[in-house]
Protein backbone atom coordinates (compact mmCIF):
# COMPACT_ATOMS: atom_id res chain seq x y z
CA UNK A 1 0.00 0.00 0.00
CA UNK A 2 1.70 3.57 -1.19
CA UNK A 3 1.70 6.47 1.88
CA UNK A 4 0.94 3.89 4.74
CA UNK A 5 -2.21 2.84 3.98
CA UNK A 6 -3.87 -0.49 3.61
CA UNK A 7 -5.36 -2.22 0.57
CA UNK A 8 -8.00 -4.32 1.12
CA UNK A 9 -8.97 -6.64 -2.09
CA UNK A 10 -11.27 -10.01 -2.24
CA UNK A 11 -9.35 -13.67 -3.08
CA UNK A 12 -12.10 -14.67 -5.58
CA UNK A 13 -13.14 -17.87 -4.50
CA UNK A 14 -11.79 -20.23 -1.75
CA UNK A 15 -12.92 -24.23 -0.76
CA UNK A 16 -12.76 -24.94 3.13
CA UNK A 17 -13.27 -29.19 4.15
CA UNK A 18 -13.50 -30.42 7.84
CA UNK A 19 -15.19 -31.48 10.32
CA UNK A 20 -15.70 -30.52 14.38
CA UNK A 21 -16.57 -32.82 17.10
CA UNK A 22 -16.73 -32.49 20.88
CA UNK A 23 -17.86 -34.02 23.46
CA UNK A 24 -19.53 -32.86 26.76
CA UNK A 25 -19.14 -35.97 29.61
CA UNK A 26 -20.90 -35.32 33.21
CA UNK A 27 -19.24 -38.00 35.62
CA UNK A 28 -20.46 -36.80 38.50
CA UNK A 29 -23.48 -34.28 39.47
CA UNK A 30 -20.97 -31.41 40.25
CA UNK A 31 -18.40 -31.95 37.71
CA UNK A 32 -18.79 -31.07 33.79
CA UNK A 33 -15.85 -31.64 31.18
CA UNK A 34 -15.80 -30.40 27.76
CA UNK A 35 -14.08 -31.67 24.84
CA UNK A 36 -14.18 -29.91 21.04
CA UNK A 37 -11.88 -30.12 18.11
CA UNK A 38 -11.72 -28.95 14.78
CA UNK A 39 -9.74 -30.21 11.85
CA UNK A 40 -10.05 -28.18 8.28
CA UNK A 41 -8.28 -27.63 5.07
CA UNK A 42 -9.15 -24.63 3.17
CA UNK A 43 -7.67 -23.19 0.25
CA UNK A 44 -8.16 -20.33 -2.42
CA UNK A 45 -9.70 -22.20 -5.82
CA UNK A 46 -10.01 -19.19 -7.64
CA UNK A 47 -7.95 -15.90 -7.53
CA UNK A 48 -5.09 -13.61 -7.58
CA UNK A 49 -3.22 -11.59 -5.39
CA UNK A 50 -2.75 -8.32 -4.73
CA UNK A 51 -0.32 -7.41 -7.58
CA UNK A 52 -1.80 -9.83 -10.04
CA UNK A 53 -0.06 -13.07 -8.93
CA UNK A 54 -1.73 -16.35 -8.95
CA UNK A 55 -2.72 -17.76 -5.07
CA UNK A 56 -4.82 -20.73 -6.45
CA UNK A 57 -3.68 -23.53 -3.96
CA UNK A 58 -2.87 -21.67 -0.97
CA UNK A 59 -4.14 -21.62 2.08
CA UNK A 60 -6.41 -19.26 3.91
CA UNK A 61 -5.55 -17.59 7.31
CA UNK A 62 -7.17 -20.52 8.98
CA UNK A 63 -5.33 -23.39 11.44
CA UNK A 64 -5.43 -26.96 10.56
CA UNK A 65 -6.63 -27.88 14.00
CA UNK A 66 -7.90 -26.19 17.19
CA UNK A 67 -8.88 -28.16 20.30
CA UNK A 68 -10.46 -26.84 23.45
CA UNK A 69 -11.54 -28.00 26.47
CA UNK A 70 -13.46 -26.99 29.62
CA UNK A 71 -13.54 -28.77 33.25
CA UNK A 72 -16.11 -27.33 35.65
CA UNK A 73 -17.22 -27.87 39.16
CA UNK A 74 -19.55 -26.71 40.62
CA UNK A 75 -21.01 -26.74 44.43
CA UNK A 76 -23.34 -25.32 47.39
CA UNK A 77 -23.14 -24.58 50.62
CA UNK A 78 -26.11 -24.99 53.18
CA UNK A 79 -26.27 -20.60 53.66
CA UNK A 80 -27.68 -20.62 49.78
CA UNK A 81 -24.16 -20.18 48.19
CA UNK A 82 -23.28 -21.27 45.20
CA UNK A 83 -19.43 -21.75 43.79
CA UNK A 84 -18.24 -22.75 40.98
CA UNK A 85 -14.53 -23.31 39.36
CA UNK A 86 -13.85 -23.66 36.09
CA UNK A 87 -10.40 -24.30 34.39
CA UNK A 88 -10.05 -24.15 30.46
CA UNK A 89 -7.29 -24.79 27.94
CA UNK A 90 -7.34 -23.73 24.31
CA UNK A 91 -4.99 -24.38 21.32
CA UNK A 92 -4.44 -23.95 17.76
CA UNK A 93 -2.22 -25.13 14.98
CA UNK A 94 -0.06 -22.83 12.94
CA UNK A 95 -1.84 -20.14 10.93
CA UNK A 96 -0.54 -18.43 7.53
CA UNK A 97 -0.34 -14.76 8.46
CA UNK A 98 0.84 -12.81 5.09
CA UNK A 99 -2.65 -11.36 4.26
CA UNK A 100 -1.18 -11.57 0.52
CA UNK A 101 -1.10 -15.10 0.85
CA UNK A 102 2.11 -15.43 -0.74
CA UNK A 103 2.93 -19.03 0.96
CA UNK A 104 6.40 -17.61 2.36
CA UNK A 105 6.93 -19.84 5.96
CA UNK A 106 8.37 -16.55 7.26
CA UNK A 107 4.85 -15.53 7.62
CA UNK A 108 3.41 -18.65 9.27
CA UNK A 109 1.99 -17.39 12.77
CA UNK A 110 3.39 -20.30 15.31
CA UNK A 111 0.77 -22.72 17.18
CA UNK A 112 0.04 -21.72 20.82
CA UNK A 113 -2.24 -22.61 23.53
CA UNK A 114 -4.16 -20.97 26.17
CA UNK A 115 -4.87 -21.54 30.21
CA UNK A 116 -7.70 -19.74 31.49
CA UNK A 117 -9.43 -20.32 35.11
CA UNK A 118 -12.34 -18.91 37.01
CA UNK A 119 -13.93 -19.20 40.29
CA UNK A 120 -17.55 -17.55 41.10
CA UNK A 121 -19.92 -17.30 43.81
CA UNK A 122 -23.38 -16.43 43.90
CA UNK A 123 -26.44 -15.94 45.73
CA UNK A 124 -29.87 -15.25 45.15
CA UNK A 125 -29.08 -11.40 44.27
CA UNK A 126 -25.59 -11.10 43.52
CA UNK A 127 -22.69 -13.11 42.02
CA UNK A 128 -18.75 -12.33 42.29
CA UNK A 129 -16.49 -14.13 39.44
CA UNK A 130 -12.32 -13.60 38.80
CA UNK A 131 -10.96 -14.86 36.46
CA UNK A 132 -7.20 -15.24 34.77
CA UNK A 133 -6.57 -15.58 31.09
CA UNK A 134 -3.58 -16.63 29.86
CA UNK A 135 -2.23 -18.01 33.16
CA UNK A 136 1.08 -19.15 31.68
CA UNK A 137 1.80 -15.72 29.73
CA UNK A 138 2.26 -17.51 26.37
CA UNK A 139 3.85 -15.87 23.89
CA UNK A 140 1.84 -15.94 20.70
CA UNK A 141 0.87 -13.75 17.92
CA UNK A 142 -2.75 -13.16 16.18
CA UNK A 143 -1.64 -11.61 12.93
CA UNK A 144 1.56 -10.87 10.68
CA UNK A 145 1.97 -9.17 6.94
CA UNK A 146 4.73 -8.76 5.33
CA UNK A 147 4.85 -4.55 4.36
CA UNK A 148 5.67 -3.31 7.94
CA UNK A 149 9.17 -5.38 7.90
CA UNK A 150 8.35 -7.55 10.40
CA UNK A 151 7.28 -10.76 10.20
CA UNK A 152 5.18 -11.08 12.87
CA UNK A 153 2.95 -8.75 14.68
CA UNK A 154 -0.19 -7.99 16.49
CA UNK A 155 1.32 -9.59 19.97
CA UNK A 156 -1.65 -11.59 21.40
CA UNK A 157 -2.75 -10.89 25.18
CA UNK A 158 -0.36 -11.67 28.02
CA UNK A 159 -1.48 -12.91 31.30
CA UNK A 160 -4.48 -10.90 32.24
CA UNK A 161 -7.32 -10.91 34.65
CA UNK A 162 -10.25 -9.45 36.86
CA UNK A 163 -13.12 -9.31 38.56
CA UNK A 164 -17.27 -8.75 37.86
CA UNK A 165 -19.50 -8.30 40.04
CA UNK A 166 -22.97 -8.01 39.37
CA UNK A 167 -25.88 -7.48 41.77
CA UNK A 168 -29.83 -8.36 40.56
CA UNK A 169 -32.95 -6.22 42.21
Known amino acids: A????????????????????????LPTDDLRLFLATA???????????????DIVGK??????????????YYWSTDSDLDFAAQVSYNW????????????????????YGLLGAQFSVESMSWKVSAYID????????DSGVSDT?????GIGRGINGGVNVKYSF
Open 134 to 141: NITDELYY
Open 92 to 111: QSETMGDEFMGGNDIYALPS
Open 149 to 153: GLSHF
Open 2 to 25: QNGGSVIKNIGQAEGKGVEFDITY
Open 59 to 72: KLAAPDATVSFVGS
Open 39 to 53: IQDSEVIEGEGLDGE
